[in-house]
């Protein structure tokens, strides 16, 4: 699935970064946000999507402050991602 770049609830897009990704089930998806927000102190919220998408799956919405190590970060929760899941990075 793409990540896409969402509106943040938390502040204006220049503050905030928000990535959005999609996952195939509800528990998956709120594991992934408890794991998010628990493993790195730059996350400043996580969430999902209240509902079910068309295809089935639930949107996770990550924020995080935007500054010069935003690059990093992603990448960084993104190759953790792929360590507890099926998905390697140039997968997302």
Do not use: C
Not at 51 to 75: L, N, T
């Amino acid at each position: 699935f793409p990540v896409t770049i969402q509106n943040s609830k938390m502040g204006s897009d220049e503050e905030i970064v928000v990535v959005s990704f999609h996952v195939a089930g509800k528990e998956p998806a709120l594991d992934i946000v408890n794991f998010v927000e628990k493993s790195y102190d730059w996350v400043a919220d996580a969430d999902v999507s209240s509902g079910e998408v068309f295809d089935g799956s639930y949107i996770v919405f990550i924020e995080m402050e935007r500054d010069q190590e935003v690059p990093e970060h992603i990448i960084e929760m993104f190759e953790d991602l792929g360590n507890l899941t099926e998905f390697k990075i140039d997968e997302y």
